[in-house]
């Protein structure tokens, strides 16, 4: 990965929008220097954020990434473009947090909103990945081949973290290398093992809990030869045999009680056969004796049986006399039924001939009514028309009065912005005359830098003199050099009078710097007043233009006397849209009153037609109703006519059928047609009384027909006594109930004993597998765990931990040696060291290459600590590189500590960082250590301001 540009926008220090590219560093060591708290490791901060949702610190808080300087419209985001593997990639992504409402409240105020986090990644071909955050940041990962834990490890290189490393216990280390490493997966298999080690201990002792509920479920005869085996049964075969034998004796005892019931059923078969003989004997004359009695019973009911009989067969005849009563009444009926008909049709036609002279009344006034609104509507159709014609001719008025009133709109716009644009000329000169001031500053400060760099070289050069003449004022013919090794001296260094000493040129240095810090602070003061001065000029003079044309210049005569005559122009053209407007609103007036008497006419037109339609509706329906009318009426009288044919008619019938209803009361049994009718019977009655009488005849029948045969059955025989037989049948149960009770009760506990044994023999067969798995398992359980007796406590997480350690180490000291000259080494303390006391394993060591000891890697000093600390980085950067597929990241940053290093180990420092960096790979450093900016060139400054921090390329 190499980065190409950074944008940052509102992000942390960075109030407004700041660039850096990258590519202005190029291959090698470039410097990021600046103030504390200027914001230089923000930079870092601001990548790691774009690559993975946070900075480098770890934090996520979208409201404590957004700049405390920042204004309420500047956004808040990270861009960052890089390169990897020939392909490049941008990134965009901003936080969540809160600002300001783009619309007003009612009360005027701005309300704070809050602004969704978001990311977009750009892909080679410049289109945008569709995925969503989640699966952006997932596709981010898989492009860069680290999460990320293991970037901030290989590529940010933070001092408090690899000295975290150096110094660290092996219990702490482990917890970093499994974070790094993910070797949980490790600490996971440890983890399980000693589940699995406890699960089968338990189900073990399960088993055993097991065996002792089924032994408490056996039961056990009262043999002592059986009770005595039980007890002495050691061994589970012991145990089993011990329950054969118990379930042996109750299978000889349950076949005992089998046959004991076999002998029972035999004698009971015989005794129910003989008893059930008799006891049918005796049923059969119990039988004889109760039909006897129903017999008798029945013909004790014989005489209501016949007046049932009577009451049937005079409603029969009751029946017939009384349909001829029937008849002569349905006559009478039909005959009143016609001369209520013939009174209702009278009326009718009564009442038509009253409605048809209202009618005909009705249709000579709606005619005489259409006659008047047809005249009525020809001359308000004259008056629409006239109206009309003087309505068109004022048609345009509204369009010209809307026309005028844009263009008074449009005027007084063009007005406003002139004088908006006359406002702000005075801005202009003041920010040209902050520019002028910043420029005089920037110009006195830049004299001062010179002057205080031209004392410090001649101080400088002065003092390298001294230094050359002291060194030569002791050279003698044939003796070496100290510094170039000649025996021959032919021009040595004079030694002057007046030399300054160390610091007398510290001194002049320091002031050098603080010059040259004015005269940057003044340059940037004198750049941002530029930049806000040509932003109101080109904002100035890109409004002229769009407000009065490119006439619009601050060239030539200015811009005060084209804004002059642009505003003469402009109150005159308002003044005649003004007077142009007032005309049309005038004549839209006279227009709209128009339009309403034209209105109220069509309207009473509408009014005065639907008038005549209506008279003309009514005139036809009364024309129809009298035509109906007629026809009813016509209707109505021959109905009348057929009605009284019809009343004769029934008149003749009905005396017809009184005759022939006296004739059949006069031949029939009743003396009265009152008697007559009291005899009938309803249908449910007469069905009832039949179907008694047929129960009856029924039940008698049976009844002989079963004394009859039970007789026959009887004949010759006598009752039985059966009191011995039941006695003895009673007590046969008895025995044979007992016998059963005893055969259940062995059968029950063979059961249960079969069950006992079948269960006891699959509790030892898993229990002997449980014992060789769980031996197994705590063996491995003890070696994965370190908890073998007499042995290291190293898991098996630091086992593995311990190869990555080792290859850390393997790298770490091939810098390591060059950046102490061959001083000391690091070393992994070896397992014959290694202690059975907590966590042990990832141990380090220095061994000493002058005196070949070791000691405790605490012991070294603060600036040995840095160097082996950053060997120990660059190592671990190597290892997790190979460990995530051979992944190159072609860009370092290390943020600071090499102000604790002497002048020596930091160039040996540097010198290993420069060689790592090759010809293809960028380094960046974060370092305030004046050295360090005297030897690297390529700089990358960080400005400290009160209104947020800026950053900038220095070469």
């Known amino acids: 990965m190499i980065p190409r540009r950074l944008v940052m926008s509102a992000f942390g220090s960075y109030a407004g929008r700041e ?70 990639y941008r990134i965009m992504r901003s936080p969540e947090y809160e600002r300001a409402s783009k619309r007003r409240g009612k009360d005027g105020e701005r309300k704070r909103t809050l602004e969704r986090s978001a990311v977009t990644l750009f892909l080679p071909d410049g289109t945008e990945y569709p995925g969503k955050k989640a699966e952006t ?91 005595g085996r ?46 059930a003989v008799a006891q049918e004997l005796n049923r059969r004359f119990d039988y004889l004796e109760e039909a006897r009695k129903g017999r008798a019973a029945l013909l004790e009911n014989a005489s209501a049986v016949e007046e049932r009989q009577r009451r049937l067969e005079r409603s029969r005849e009751a029946r017939l006399v009384c349909e001829t009563f029937k008849k002569r009444e349905e006559a009478g009926r039909q005959k009143a039924l016609l001369e209520k008909g013939i009174r209702e049709t009278a009326e009718k036609i009564r009442q038509a001939g009253q409605q048809k002279k209202e009618l005909v009344k009705s249709q000579e006034t709606a005619l005489l009514e259409e006659q008047r609104c047809r005249k009525e509507y020809q001359v308000l159709i004259g008056q629409i028309t006239q109206v009309t014609d003087q309505a068109a001719r004022l048609a345009g008025s509204r369009a010209a009065l809307q026309k005028w009133e844009s263009q008074e709109e449009a005027a007084k716009d063009r007005k406003k912005s002139l004088e908006e644009l006359r406002k702000r000329l005075p801005l202009l000169r003041k920010e040209e005359t902050k520019r002028d001031i910043c420029a005089q500053a920037f110009e006195k400060s830049r004299r001062d830098y010179q002057q205080a760099a031209d004392a410090y070289l001649a101080c400088n050069d002065a003092f390298l003199q001294a230094q050359a003449g002291i060194l030569a004022k002791d050279l003698r013919e044939g003796v070496a050099c100290p510094v170039c090794g000649s025996f021959n001296h032919p021009a040595p260094a004079p030694l002057p009078d007046r030399a300054p000493d160390q610091a007398e040129v510290k001194a002049a240095r320091k002031r050098r710097d603080e010059a040259e810090k004015e005269k940057d602070r003044r340059q940037q003061q004198l750049l941002e007043a530029g930049q806000h001065c040509a932003a109101c000029l080109q904002g100035l003079l890109t409004e002229g233009k769009n407000v009065v044309g490119e006439a619009f210049s601050f060239e030539g005569e200015g811009p005060e006397p084209i804004l002059d005559r642009e505003e003469t122009i402009r109150e005159r053209e308002l003044q005649e849209c003004r ?41 036809a329906l009364a024309g129809d109703r009298l035509r109906l009318l007629e026809q009813t009426v016509s209707q109505a009288e021959g109905e009348k006519k057929a009605r009284q044919a019809q009343k004769e008619q029934a008149e003749a019938q009905e005396e017809a059928l009184a005759l022939e209803a006296q004739k059949a009361l006069a031949v029939s049994s009743f003396e009265t047609e009152d008697q007559c009718r009291g005899s009938l019977l309803t249908e449910e009655e007469k069905e009832e009384l039949e179907k008694s009488q047929e129960a009856y005849r029924q039940k008698c029948i049976e009844a002989d027909a079963r004394v009859k045969t039970l007789e026959e059955q009887l004949e010759g025989k006598q009752p039985v006594e059966t009191q011995g037989l039941t006695e003895q049948k009673a007590g046969l149960d008895e025995r044979r109930q007992a016998a059963e009770q005893e055969q259940r009760r062995w059968y029950s506990k063979n059961e249960n004993n079969k069950d006992v044994r079948e269960h006891l023999k699959k509790i030892y067969e898993k229990n002997r597998k449980l014992k060789e798995r769980c031996a197994r398992l705590r063996l491995l359980d003890q070696t994965a765990g370190g908890s073998l007796p007499g042995r290291p406590k190293i898991d098996f997480e630091s086992y593995v931990q311990r190869r990555y350690f080792q290859q850390i180490i393997t790298f770490a000291n091939r810098r390591l040696e060059a950046m102490t000259g061959g001083n000391f080494i690091l070393r992994c303390r070896s397992m014959e060291q290694l202690g059975n006391r907590g966590s042990v394993g990832l141990d380090l060591d220095v061994y000493s290459l002058d005196t070949g000891k070791i000691r405790d890697v605490r012991t070294l000093s603060g600036g040995e600590s840095f160097m082996a600390a950053l060997a120990m980085a660059l190592g671990m950067a190597d ?77």
């Not at 065996?211 to 059986?226: I, N």
């Not at 839209?588 to 009473?604: A, F, G, H």
């Open 137 to 227: 940041n997932r596709k981010i990962v898989e492009i860069i081949g680290l999460d990320a834990g293991q970037f901030t490890q290989t590529v940010m290189i933070a001092q408090g973290e690899f000295l975290k490393l150096l110094s660290a216990r092996s219990d702490e280390r482990k917890e970093i290398f499994s974070r790094i490493f993910q070797t949980d997966l490790y600490a996971r298999m440890q983890q399980r093992l000693r589940e699995e080690a406890g699960a089968l201990g338990g189900q073990m002792k399960d088993m055993e809990r097991q065996e002792d509920q089924e032994m408490a479920r056996l039961f056990c005869p009262e043999e002592e030869s059986l009770l």
């Open 230 to 275: 039980l007890e002495s049964a050691a061994l589970p075969e012991e145990r089993l045999e011990a329950v054969r034998l118990i379930l042996q004796y109750g299978k000889s005892r349950e076949e005992a009680a089998k046959r004991q019931i076999g002998e029972l059923d035999k004698e009971l078969e015989k005794v129910n056969r003989d008893l």
């Open 19 to 88: 660039e850096i590219d990258f590519s202005q560093a190029g291959p090698g060591i470039f410097l990021v220097t600046g103030d504390t708290g200027a914001g230089k490791t923000t930079i870092f901060d601001a990548i790691t954020y774009a690559l993975y949702d946070q900075a480098s610190g770890g934090r996520r808080d979208g409201r404590m990434m957004r700049s405390q300087y920042a204004a309420e419209d500047t956004p808040t985001f990270v861009e960052f473009s890089f390169q990897y593997k020939g392909q490049d």
């Open 579 to 619: 007077r142009k407007k007032e005309e049309s609103r005038e004549q839209v007036r006279q227009w709209e009153e128009l339009e309403k008497k034209r209105q109220s006419l069509t309207e009473e037109q509408a009014a005065c037609y639907a008038r005549q339609e209506e008279q003309q509706k009514k005139a």
């Open 879 to 955: 290892v997790i590189s190979r460990s995530a597929g051979g992944i190159q990241m072609k860009a370092m940053f290390v943020d600071e500590g090499f102000g604790s290093l002497d002048d020596y180990s930091r160039e040996q420092a540097i010198g290993v960082l420069s060689e790592l960096a090759g010809s293809d790979r960028m380094i960046g450093i974060i370092s305030h250590v004046t050295e360090l900016k005297e030897s690297i060139d390529r700089q990358l400054v960080v400005t400290k301001t009160k209104k947020g921090s800026h950053v900038r390329w220095k070469h």
